[in-house]
Structure formats: C-alpha cells, structure tokens
C-alpha cells in the first residue's frame, strides 16, 4: 500500500525533498470550514478532547480533517506543537495526498482504510520525524465525511496509538449516526447481550412502517449486507418478523431483550425505540400509515452532510464515466428525468443512488424497484400498494406501494423496458398527475417523486415492436446517459484496489498481483461489475492471510474463460515476445503456455505435460480446477 502511495505522490509531481505549500486557511475561510463541517465538528470535538487525555504528554496530537483531508481542528501538547507547525499540522491545512504525498490522513482518504504511515514511509523528507495513525470518519452510507489523526514525534510511536483512533472514529460514526434518523425505530443489537450498549453494538435504523433506513458499520457487518443492498429490505425481510412484533413487544409489562434471527441466520438479542422529533419513545403503537413514513424536514445542522457527494466516489479515473457525472451534475434537482443506458452490472443502481445523494432530495427516501424481477401479476401492486383485502391473498391490512414509499424521496425503476405494456400507461399518468391511487382504493393520493430509471434494452426497438409506449419513453428520457462497460473502462487497476478494500471489514487490504491485474485488463468481464467484485470476494477468501491475490486464487470458471480468450494464447515465439514486452511475468507466461498446450492436446492432461516436459503434478498445481473437471 506503501509503495502505491509513494508512485501516486510521484504522479501528483512531488519529489521527497518538495516544500509544498504550508500556508493555512485566513480566519474567515476557517470558520467557513468549520461551518460546512458543524455536524462532524460538533460530535468529533468530545471525542478528540477524550482521546487527547489519554495520549497527553506523550508528545502527540490530535486532528480531525474534513473529507478532503484539510485539517478543521486540533489539539496538541504544548512541547510537540512548535515542531508540528513546522510542518502545518494546524487547521486550515490540506493533508490530502496530492499535497503532502504519503501520510496518514491522505491515505486513509485514497484507500478507505485506518491507516498509520510511520516516519520514512512518508513521502516527504520534511515528514520523516512524524508518526501518524489516521482512521477514516464514515456517514451511514458509507461515504467519508472526514478523518481522525494522532500525529506525534516518530519516537513515541506506541502499537496501541491505532486501535485508540479506530475506537474514537467508530465513537464519532454512532455519534453522527444517531444524529441522522428521527422518526425512525433504532434497533440496537449484537449476537452478545452484554455487548449491546458499547461501541461494538449494531445499530439499526427503519421508518416506523418498518422499511430499512441505514445502518452504523457494525450493524453492516452483522448483517452481512453492504449498504445498497440493504435499500430493498425491511424489518421484516431481515429479522422474519412484522415490525408490529416489536411494539407487541414493548407493550408487554417488562419487555426484555428482544430475541431476534437474521435472514442469514445468526441469532442476535437487541433493544428498540422509536425516536420521534421531540424525543425519543419506547414503542408504543403501530404506525403503518404512509404518512409516518414522510421523512422529516431537514434541519439546518445536517447541511454539510447532504453536500458530501455520492458521485464523486464514483468518479475513479474513466473519462467515459467522467462525461456521464459531468452531464447528471448538470441537471441536479431540476426537475429533469434521468435515464441510465448500460450492460447488466455496470453500476446504473450505484449510480441512481449517488445522483439521490447528491439531489436535494438526499434526505428522503430512495426506493429501487427491478421491474424485471417482479412477476407481472405482482407488479402493480408492488408499485401502487393496495387497500385492504384489495384481492385474494392480499395481507388483511393492505399495503403502501413503492411509489408512495419514494414520497419526498427518488424512485428508481430499473429495467424499465420490462415493465408491462398495460402498467405502463398506469405509471405516465401518476407520473404527469402526481397522484396514486391504491388497488381496490377509489381515492389518489398525492405524491411527490423524482424517477430514475434504467435499462439494457434498445427502448427505441422496443417501441417499434408495440412492447413500450412511445409517450411514457418520451417522459421519462429527459438526460440518456450510458455506462461504459468494464472492458471499456480505463480505470480498472483503481477500482479493484477500491473494491478490495471496500470488501475488507478488518483494516488490511489485500494488494492484487501484476499479473492477475493484466489478465484482468484482458477479460471481457460479462457481468461487469457484479462480475468482477465475486471474483474479488472470492478470490480474498481463497487468499486467505496472504496480502497478495495472485493467479493461484482466482475461480476456475475465471480461468477457464481466460483459457478461451484468444489473447490469452501465447505459444508462438512472436507472441510470447510481445507478451514480454507487455510486461507478463514468469507465472502469467507459464499459465499461458499451459493453458495453450492443453488447448491443442484436447485439453488431456497426461500429453500436455509431455509436451511441456513437465510432471502432471505440475500442471494440476498450476490449474487445480482441472482435477474436478469432468
Ligand atoms: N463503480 C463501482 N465500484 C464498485 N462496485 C460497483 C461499482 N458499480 C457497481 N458496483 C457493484 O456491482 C454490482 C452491480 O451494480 P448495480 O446493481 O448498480 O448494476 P446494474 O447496472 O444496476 O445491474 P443490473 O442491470 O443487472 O440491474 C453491485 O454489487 C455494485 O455494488
């Protein structure tokens, strides 16, 4: 990780003996900064003041920076400040990569990761007497909204120092966390009673009608669910309850620990309550009504944390994808319907999110509906819920569709070309009235939604073949962008390490070999993302403790793909010279050759390693898939 930083420091034009630029922030720009960061402020400062008494005459301090890396706050022991203004570790100065090269604050922003960069493994000669352990700050979405730092003096570098900012960050994320959600039920939970009520808890939040909200990253973990994929669900899909289970239970006399069972299984215990705007309440009553679910009006404290951007992380480097978020910045919170183009995987989900988190919309709901995977018999009432007993099998109390759930909110129809020729005419006309009306209901309800929506189908052919409506086409493709597809992508080397990352709960991430990352470039990847992050988990597992994923790790159905590529052949001299001169390594030649040989011996183990001169051992060692192989 080290040496990626220091080749990123290189391309950022600095050299170790830079002098970069230490002038910090004027008064004004500083109060500005600390405006545009009060929620994260607010709740960091105690944290630093507690962390600060247990590191104090240890000749270190403490930082917290914004999302960029630009420190917002400080506080430092007296002897160890004179040397750290030096070096501008005070507030208004930016400590991202790109100014200061390796460190640990600009790092843990790259890499997503707690990170400590101890003495010469700064990139920066001026550093070099500094020792630093940053953790990253993250809202419940996940997004960086900023970081916490211990610096000191190289001398008093202490093992424990890490664990302190970890603990003290996580500290600030259910700070920041509990400060998000009113009008919300917080579910607090741990497969151990007695960690309930610590920083290891779970934390939960759902609307009172039940439906998902956030989760801190503890209750992430235990889930087992990133974030995205947890929009779709509810209480009850995750916990195989009714959420009216959990007011049943608070109205018992003395409710005890709640016993719960997640989807996937694990049994956990946890505590409920419903906070409302003016305080928080134990759980007293149902609250099924659609209108409990309206989110609340924003105050004006949560500002800064509307504006942290979704779209900027998605922004890794690919000038295709580049275009794309330049054009939907454009049309933010005008009013104008957004229609994603793309492959199947290529992130149109991801990126509606995004564009959600950016809208001025952020704080209401987001709600994804896979107009493909619904049967068509279930659809229009998925999509505009129905009264009681509307039809045969309809639950007793009725239901609130996922329009009305989207309320102040976005909703996102994915494969929008699959939605049925009849429901279609349905949805343009909730669309240009703002109203729903149930199944089985004689009154519209108004509402108020922005829609994105997406598809893989050639809408245009669609409408030629009579299977879409050409006017709800026309209202619904105000900005057509398309994804590029992951063959396309020039920067596939920065989201694999992203996603490794993303993919680790523990802090340490897994580095991915040159050769693998070559192999990678050549693929056509199919499935695209979705692809390509399977076979990363997939591979992290099969890795294992060791750092590096090497082509030893990776699925055999990856292999065999690779074995079909034609690129991958290299058996002529000429090819196996360009392969040198691509850079392959000894592994990725050898596997090469290998994969090659079997192709012309009809893929018989037995006379490809005669033909190699090699033992069959070896040839199963290299490609161990081949001993299940039929
Ligand atoms: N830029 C990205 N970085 C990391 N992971 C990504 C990225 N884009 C998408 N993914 C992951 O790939 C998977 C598929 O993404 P998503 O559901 O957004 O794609 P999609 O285009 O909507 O797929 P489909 O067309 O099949 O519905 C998800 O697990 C998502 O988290």
Redo the contacts with the bound molecule.
Sequence with gaps: MIAISHRRSEQFGLSPDSRPDFTPASGTDLSYLVEQNRLLYSHAVPAMETLYQQIANTHNMVLLTDAQGVIVHSLGDADFLEKANRVALTAGVAWSEESKGTNAIGTAITERVPTTIHADQHFLSANHFLTCSAAPITDHRGNVVGVLDVSGDRRSFHKHTMALVRMSALMIENQLFAATFENAITLHFHTRPEFIGTLMEGIASFSPGGRFLAANRNGLFQLGL?Y??LQAHTFSSLFGLPVSALYDHYRTAAPGLLDLCMHNGVRVRGRAELRLTNGVHVLTGAFDDATQMAPIAQPPAKASARRLSGLRY?N?GDPQLEQVIDKVNRVLGRDVPIM?M????????????AIHNDSPRAQGPFVAV?CASIPETLIESELFGYEDGAFTGARKKGAVGKILQANGGTLFL??IGDMPYPLQARLLRVLQERMVTPLGSGKSIPVNVEVIC?T?HNLRRRIAEGLFREDLYYRLNGLVVK?PPLRERTDLET?VR??LS?ETETGGTHTISDGVLRLFKRHKWPG???Q??NLLRTAMIMAGDEEEIGLRHMPDDFLDDIAETPEAAPASAPAAQQMIASGANLEEMELAAILKSLEANGGNVSATARALGVSRNTIYRKLPHLKTSP
């Design positions: 990133s995205p994929a998605l890794t994603i793309g492959e199947t995987g290529t992130g149109k989900e991801l990126l509606a999110q896979n994915d494969e997406a893989n994804l989201v992203k996603i993303a695209n993302f979705r390509l992050t």
